[in-house]
């Protein structure tokens, strides 16, 4: 009997080792992705900054050459009427015009000394307005540039301000996934230890009886170590499913088909819209993108990339959700604002008495509190 204890004991041994060799394994790739994902994040939020700072610039010498306009349009009438003072200074003796100031001449050497004069002066009034013409349109292309080049550096900063976004939800899911993994090490280590406890007390027995007991303390390891690997299997599945629909829709627009409603993970739900928070997006009626947002617009937006489509109105969210108390509200719950019979405002609920919204003109994404401004009611999707 106490060979066969051993031999039970050896072989539940041999099962921990494997699980934890598996479990250690998935974890260390999983560890490797993530920060991978975090490399990633760092790099994208430094071209994200300077990003800014060249929108910066840009903006700074579209105004100044603005500025450079005004001015030279200022000097060009200036000089304008200086012109006009000048022809007025050639009219001698109440004469009409600069070619009657040539006419009145009292000589021939005069007439040319005179006819001299008036063309140098026109001369260099004309040249001095045609410089001042090539130099206004020559500032008007470098606004125009200058425009183009402004509008080019918003929409990469739209896509790199995607990308984090995109980058934060990964970034969830691998902790999430590592997390799991993590436990489920934990899992196998204490359950190899258990199956090496028990086979000291098979090889130590001193009776059929002792041996038999110390069997089954490590059958009972055994099947620990079956249930850590079935949920380890199980996490790693979920979370590479939930990723790859993450991915997928992230690529695709925030009105497609929804999955099951049990596929939105909350967590990556808030992750996505905390890292809007951090953007500076404005209120915008009737938005729906990166550049601006109302309030259904944005939770349209943040859980269409999750597979999840809302409807354009908050009203018609509410419709779509399962009516609860504010204070049965989950983290990832909607919140609605009502009078009257009709909804005018959603959030996101985060927590805490914390929601994520977009608040109204002149505001930008943000994050509000139930203590400030309290919503009527709660809404599961």
Same mark, same amino acid.
């Given at each position: 009997m106490k060979k066969l204890g051993l031999k039970k004991v050896a072989v539940m041994a041999a099962a921990a080792f494997t699980v934890l060799g598996v479990a250690t394994s998935a974890s260390a790739d999983t560890k490797s992705d993530l920060d991978a994902v975090k490399a990633k994040i760092a790099e994208t939020e430094k071209k994200v900054s300077e990003g800014q700072v060249a929108l910066s610039k840009l903006e700074s010498q579209e105004a100044k050459t603005s500025q450079e306009i005004a001015t030279l349009k200022k000097n060009i009438a200036a000089r304008s009427e200086q012109l006009a003072d000048q022809a007025r200074a050639a009219q001698l003796n109440d004469a009409g015009s600069m070619l009657e100031f040539v006419a009145n001449s009292d000589s021939v050497t005069e007439a040319v000394s005179r006819t001299v004069t008036v063309a140098t002066v026109v001369r260099a009034n004309n040249q001095t307005l045609a410089d001042q013409k090539a130099d206004k349109e020559k500032l008007a292309q470098k606004q125009t540039d200058l425009q183009a080049a402004a509008e080019k550096q918003k929409e990469q900063n739209k896509e790199l301000a995607q990308a984090r976004a995109d980058l934060a939800v990964q970034k969830t899911d691998l902790e999430a996934k590592?997390?799991?993994?993590?436990?489920?090490?934990?899992?196998?280590? !204490?359950?190899?230890? #258990?199956?090496?406890?028990? =086979?000291?007390?098979?090889? !130590? #027995?001193?009776?059929?009886?002792?041996?038999?007991?110390?069997?089954?303390?490590?059958?009972?390891?055994?099947?620990?170590?079956?249930?850590?690997?079935?949920?380890?299997?199980?996490?790693?599945?979920?979370?590479?499913?939930?990723?790859?629909?993450?991915?997928?829709?992230?690529?695709?627009?925030?009105?497609?088909?929804?999955? !099951? =409603?049990?596929?939105?993970n909350s967590s990556s739900v808030l992750a996505m819209a905390d890292s809007l928070t951090k953007m500076n997006i404005p209120y915008v009626w009737g938005g729906s993108s990166l550049s601006g947002f109302d309030c259904s617009g944005l939770t349209q937006y943040v859980y269409g990339h999750f597979g999840k489509s809302l409807a354009r109105t908050a009203a018609a969210q509410a419709a779509q959700t399962t009516r609860i108390p504010v204070s049965q509200a989950q983290p990832g719950d909607l919140l609605f604002w009502g009078e009257g019979g009709g909804v005018y405002h959603v959030a996101i609920y985060v927590g805490g008495g914390s929601y994520i919204h977009a608040p109204t003109f002149g505001q930008v994404v943000k994050y509000g509190s139930i203590s400030g401004w309290a919503p009527s009611f709660a809404g599961r999707l």
């Open positions: 590592k997390a799991s993994e993590d436990e489920a090490k934990a899992k196998a280590e !204490a359950a190899k230890k #258990a199956a090496e406890e028990a =086979a000291k007390q098979v090889a !130590a #027995a001193k009776s059929t009886d002792d041996a038999e007991k110390a069997a089954n303390q490590a059958e009972a390891a055994a099947a620990s170590v079956s249930s850590s690997s079935n949920n380890a299997n199980n996490n790693s599945n979920n979370q590479a499913a939930s990723q790859t629909t993450n991915q997928a829709s992230s690529q695709a627009a925030s009105t497609s088909a929804a999955p !099951a =409603a049990s596929s939105v």
